[in-house]
């Protein structure tokens, strides 16, 4: 059983930095893909935005709303996955999740981080 535990989340004012961290159980080689999403308080994880991912290759992909702010990057020695957010907006404003898809295409979550941006 693959275990994933966010940290890193807290409350900042606009245009303030965080580091969200995502440790991995087990080898993060054993992952086809490795992804932060986020979704708002009391909602569905699973419908929320994608926000970047990261691939066993390396191949890093964000989405637009966050191009230019947010960066992914992965610690293979450390089974982590990272989230350096700067220039944070109050409509980043989320719980973050990791997730990972397994070899066998499952997905495994995190329980989330939440992140808070006041203006």
């Known amino acids: 059983q693959v275990q994933l535990v966010e940290s890193g989340g807290g409350s900042v004012q606009a245009g303030g930095s965080l580091r969200l961290s995502c440790a991995a159980s087990i080898s993060v080689f054993n992952f086809k893909s490795m992804a932060w999403h986020r979704q708002a308080v009391g909602k569905q994880r699973e419908l929320g935005e994608l926000?970047?991912?990261?691939?066993?290759?390396?191949?890093?992909n964000v989405a637009d709303s966050v191009k230019g702010r947010f960066t992914v990057s992965r610690d293979s020695a450390k089974n982590t996955m990272y989230l350096e957010m700067d220039n944070l907006k109050v409509e980043d404003t989320a719980v973050y999740y990791c997730k990972v898809k397994g070899r066998n295409l499952f997905d495994y979550w995190g329980s989330g981080t939440q992140v808070t941006v006041s203006s």
């Open positions: 926000v970047a991912e990261i691939s066993d290759l390396g191949v890093t």
